[in-house]
């Protein structure tokens, strides 16, 4: 990050706890308000495909506050309580991860089912009017990808379901509650001014995600595409969200972190279903039609998962402006 | 086009006749001796991949001068022997199609088992370490390929050495080399100032470009690939050389129709590959991974089809220069 943006409090008088303070009390309430959502939405009968649609964007931001949390109270440990913060940062990276896990389970199947169908519609493609023998190939592909994928959709739903009924789940529910009145901090710490304790401890993400990002291969050098190094990628994606989360706290800009974890967001979902196409192709005595929409399919995906690598550099490494 | 280049000739005082005879006279000559190179290069012997090699690249030294001089004889006709020019413009266009004919045949399975053979050496891809079943799918599609596309580059080139061979290919060269001394040109038009008769003329071909680039859909609108399109580009692809042909016989810039004619190579040898890989999925019985390997190839092909389109646009309507 060549071009170090202006930090919100950096020069101001505000104290560190009440600058952290706000952030936490802030990001508590939105995950009550997300949780009485997704209630709801649970709720509501018939539970159609709106309130699957409002539980679905209810569970986003959940995760979306329960990160947040999470990622604050490790980059500012050392404002808050640091027991009662490890504490929370543990249970509350349980429930974002069992959220994660039910929506990736449900992202992966409908867009690997979305881009076969823009296959079969296709006029060029295997199922298009010109396909001939593999006309058939996208339905049946789509077919065999649904039955692989939903026995993982259908457990990852049911988990997250137990999950959000169990005591684990009314224990952190009841912590978030208490945050969002009162941040228990470090008291020697919260009273210090924010560019002396907080700005430092930013620096810490910011400077892991830049060693992270470092250690990628430029699109220049790299192969067209290895899944090898999809790894790499998934760290510098969760880097990238600790550092955009310490930013926000601080109140600076997080245009260009939110625009660039975008690119790593439509990167790792490209990969998957680039490796859960290829997975699908093993599958023994497919049709050849089948395989051949698979490989299709594959390649479509490790190109998005390409050009979205490439776009993550372009808004990282943005080239320099004529002066 | 609407930065017009300045034209070489334009505001000079060069005669019509004088400026098309020297370029005439200079394609007639490249073609003797590209012939003479093609000659030497299918009688040395042993005939090893070095006289293949040589033999290929004064091929296309031939097809590059006899698509000048006939692109020429079409454009400036006018300053012409109309008659003497039409017969020979329609016996150049028999040989360059004879010649492409067989460049096409042989690069096209060259092409194919290129890219089939980087598929089964990355280990991100269906041949390499991680691909269980699905290694052997590069091998089995590139022996099915050559298989496939074996009997056309015979013929296509059997026919090519039979066209060298034949009377009517002796009498095009005895054509050649009379127009290396002496070109038959149109007494009047031929005593006319360059502006006045052959930048008019140029401006013909010109048009007819600006034309079928303004009906290309624009990478915005288009729709990622449409096969039913390789038309209208391979129209454009030869429009494009008649009018940098045309630009070269004015001794104008011709480096951005090159970079664009570029483009639009890259673009016609990835769409027929795409469309190869794909008619041979449709090859009852294959194996599944086969036909995996063969939709990975189809949809790699067809992305590089994209980005040369997307490159053509970039070429030929670069963005405005910030002033």
């Known amino acids: 990050m060549r071009n170090p943006d202006t930090t919100a409090y950096g020069s101001g008088g505000a104290l560190a706890g009440d600058v952290l303070g706000a952030y936490l009390r802030t990001q508590a309430v939105a995950f009550l308000r997300a949780l009485r959502l997704h209630t709801e939405a649970a709720g509501s009968a018939p539970a159609g495909g709106a309130a699957a649609a409002d539980a679905a964007e209810a569970a986003r931001g959940l995760r979306g506050a329960a990160r947040r949390i999470a990622g604050s109270l490790t980059t500012f440990r050392a404002v808050t309580d640091s027991a009662w913060a490890d504490g929370l940062r543990g249970e509350l990276a349980w429930l974002s991860s069992v959220l994660a896990d039910e929506h990736t389970s449900a992202a992966l199947p409908a867009r690997l089912l979305d881009a076969l169908h823009r296959l079969s519609g296709s006029p060029d493609r295997p199922g298009g009017a010109a396909g001939g023998g593999l006309a058939a ?57 924010v560019a002396d304790v907080l700005v430092p401890l930013a620096a810490v993400p910011r400077a892991r995600l830049e060693a992270a990002v470092a250690a990628l291969p430029r699109p220049a050098q790299a192969p067209p595409y290895d899944a090898g190094q999809d790894g790499s990628w998934h760290e510098v994606r969760h880097l990238l969200r600790i550092h955009r989360y310490a930013r926000e706290a601080l109140g600076e800009d997080v245009a260009r972190p939110a625009e660039a974890g975008g690119a790593l967001a439509r990167q790792g979902d490209a990969a998957e279903a680039a490796a859960a196409s290829a997975a699908a192709a093993r599958t023994p005595r497919i049709a050849p039609a089948t395989a051949y929409a698979l ?26 402006t004529p002066a």
Do not use: C, N, Y
């Not at 490989?295 to 320099?320: C, K, N, S, T, Y």
């Open 137 to 193: 190939g996208p339905l049946r592909a789509a077919a065999l990808l649904e039955r692989q994928l939903a026995p993982a959709r259908a457990r990852a739903h049911a988990a997250a379901l137990q999950a959000m009924g169990s005591s684990r789940f009314h224990a952190v529910v009841d912590a978030v509650a208490v945050l969002a009145s009162e941040v228990p901090l470090d008291p020697v710490a919260a009273r210090g001014p």
């Open 295 to 320: 490989g299709v399919l594959h390649a479509d995906q490790r190109h998005e998962a390409e050009a979205a690598r490439r776009a993550f550099h372009r808004i990282w490494h943005p080239a320099p």
